[in-house]
């Protein structure tokens, strides 16, 4: 349907992306669970890295064996929620750099605000993912990338728990070559911008701030 957007339906995700979504499903098990999707969705999300042959000794003999080669990945949460999907991510991929971008959402103008950002100084040289659990109207999404690429990024991706119709059309329209790794698409936001069903507030069920 779109070009570009790559929808995780694998079981495991699905089933786990269920229990996030349940409104009796606490901080602690929400964190735990968001910290699990993202491991597994990074093994998606790295599929297409470089590769190249070294040698090594195995305790038999001398042999060639593959290692990723070219960028390092680097990894940028977008604040606060992103925050919930570093860990799995580094846990796949401990040498990756973070960079941390904080935006919130003003709830009037639903614009994207900015108030901190801090990367790696060589993200020119990186394969960048940015991290946000909810891509709703695109807002939050396409700021971030446009700040990373302001400041000399070339390769990014996008890799969210759920996407809305109306976020992914807005993150195509003005960035077509960022590729969006998404658990789900929604149907609808409401008039808040929440997405619907989505899991409510991301930030909040994180870190139990309501
Ligand atoms: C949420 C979410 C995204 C943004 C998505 O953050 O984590 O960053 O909203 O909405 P958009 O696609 O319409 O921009 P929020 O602004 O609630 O901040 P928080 O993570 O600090 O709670
Ligand atoms: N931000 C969230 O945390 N949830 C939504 O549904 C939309 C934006």
């Known amino acids: 349907m779109w070009d570009n957007v790559y929808i995780m339906d694998h079981p495991l995700i699905q089933h786990k992306l269920t229990i996030i979504r349940d ?3 606490g901080p602690k098990e929400f964190r735990e669970l968001v910290e699990e999707v993202s491991l597994l969705m990074a093994y998606e999300v790295t599929r297409n890295l470089p590769l190249e042959e070294v040698e090594i000794e195995t305790p038999l003999c001398r042999t060639k064996s593959k290692v990723i080669s070219g960028k390092k990945l680097g990894i940028v949460p977008i604040l606060r929620a992103g925050l919930g999907m570093v860990n799995g991510m580094l846990k796949l991929i401990p040498a990756a750099k973070v960079g941390h971008i ?13 108030y901190y950002c801090k990367l790696p100084s060589d993200i020119n040289e990186r394969e960048l993912v940015i991290l946000d659990p909810m891509l709703a109207t695109g807002g939050s999404a396409c700021a971030g990338i446009e700040f990373l690429k302001d400041r000399g990024a070339g390769s990014i991706k ?8 109306e976020g992914i ?8 070559e960022v590729e ?3 658990a789900a698409v929604d149907e609808y936001l409401n008039d808040h911008a929440y ?3 989505g899991l409510g507030d991301a930030g909040d069920r994180l870190f139990g701030t309501k």
């Not at 996008?158 to 119709?165: D, G, K, N």
């Open 169 to 176: 059309d807005k993150v195509r329209k003005h960035h077509p």
């Open 180 to 182: 969006i790794y998404t």
């Open 102 to 114: 904080g935006l919130y959402r003003d709830p009037e103008t639903l614009k994207p605000v900015e």
């Open 23 to 25: 409104a009796r499903t």
């Open 158 to 165: 996008l890799m969210c728990l759920i996407a809305a119709p």
């Open 195 to 197: 997405i619907v069903p």
